[in-house]
């Protein structure tokens, strides 16, 4: 009875898990880009180009890894359009992110009929092997680790790394440092413009990855609308987590709770209409934006351009 209860505890942590690594992804690399000072609201067209170009990666070489590589460096390279517009030019963060997205959703719908001759989604691909059976052997984590795959792994050890860079190495510093005293931090030799670029850039590659994890890793396909406002999901968790990579990830737990209570109602035969299990993740964002946003602590130069030559 305890091992079987144990069991069920596991499978409900993997599956939470599971549902959270996209959200993970895209919501940390939203922390690095706005502790830079830079807003993005365009993690979710990244996400969606990661999505749809992981597959197509995937299909023209029949290889996840190179899927993967394709996802990094198209939504890195969408991220570089919000990084000139935003850092560079001058532009309004929110209105091109805005545009981002509209474009992503746009561009992969055409793409679809152009590379695989259809409307709506792309062929099924061919996904990493995922050793399961070895990872169910191992005792105690063993139904946990048999229950995840590559992408939740990597998001776990993003947690961690992002954590130990932002507060525990002068990478770090040198970050939050922009974000909070811009002017500060350029007397100090710090290039405010190249470590925002970065940043943002580096938004882009970590919301491509969580764009992958959904088409290649779950479905095994690229849909439109698939990843169906999780780039704004992400963005509530980072500002319900504080900016911080380890509440952040906490947030997202709770957000992808709701599609994990779908899986377990069904497993003990509640009948739940389906559209409830949709609704929640973003009654639950709204909720989260409401009544903790007044209590958050955004960088204090967040959204706002920096001019060097400004006095």
């Given at each position: 009875m305890e091992n079987t209860f144990l069991s069920e505890i596991a499978f409900i942590l993997a599956t939470t898990s599971r549902f959270a690594t996209p959200l993970i992804y895209a919501s940390i690399g939203g922390v690095f880009s706005e502790k830079s000072g830079v807003i993005n609201i365009g993690l979710e067209g990244m996400m969606i180009m990661g999505a749809f170009f992981g597959v197509w990666g995937t299909y023209i070489s029949n290889s996840s890894l190179v899927g993967l590589i394709f996802a990094i460096i198209f939504a890195g390279l969408t991220a570089v359009i919000h990084a000139i517009l935003s850092v560079f030019l001058r532009a309004n963060q929110v209105i091109s992110g805005i545009g981002i997205n509209l474009f992503s959703t746009s561009l992969t719908s055409y793409l679809i009929q152009k590379f695989f001759g259809s409307q709506g989604q792309t062929s099924i691909v061919k996904v990493a092997p995922y050793?399961?059976?070895?990872?169910?052997?191992?005792?105690?984590?063993?139904?946990?680790?048999?229950?995840i795959n590559w992408f939740?792994?990597?998001?776990?050890?993003?947690?961690?790394?992002?954590?130990?860079?932002?507060?525990?190495?002068?990478?770090g510093y040198r970050i939050r440092a922009v974000g909070e005293h811009p002017k500060a931090a350029d007397t100090l030799g710090i290039n405010v413009y190249i470590t925002r670029f970065l940043c943002v850039l580096l938004s882009g590659v970590l919301a491509g990855i969580g764009g992958a994890s959904l088409s290649i890793a779950n479905v095994n396909l690229f849909r439109v609308g698939m990843v169906s406002g999780r780039g704004y999901i992400a963005l509530a968790a980072m500002i319900f987590g504080n900016w911080k990579p380890h509440t952040t990830f906490l947030a997202c737990l709770i957000f992808s709770l709701s599609q994990t209570f779908e899986i377990v109602s069904q497993k003990f035969g509640f009948n739940i209409p389906t559209e409830i299990y949709f609704m929640m993740p973003y009654i639950l964002t709204m909720l989260a934006l409401a009544?903790?946003?007044r209590k958050s602590n955004s960088p204090l130069f967040l959204g706002e351009y920096y001019d060097k030559g400004k006095r």
């Open positions: 050793p399961k059976e070895l990872f169910s052997k191992i005792p105690i984590v063993g139904t946990f680790l048999s229950e939740v792994l990597g998001a776990l050890l993003l947690v961690v790394v992002s954590w130990f860079v932002l507060y525990k190495t002068s990478i009544f903790f946003v």
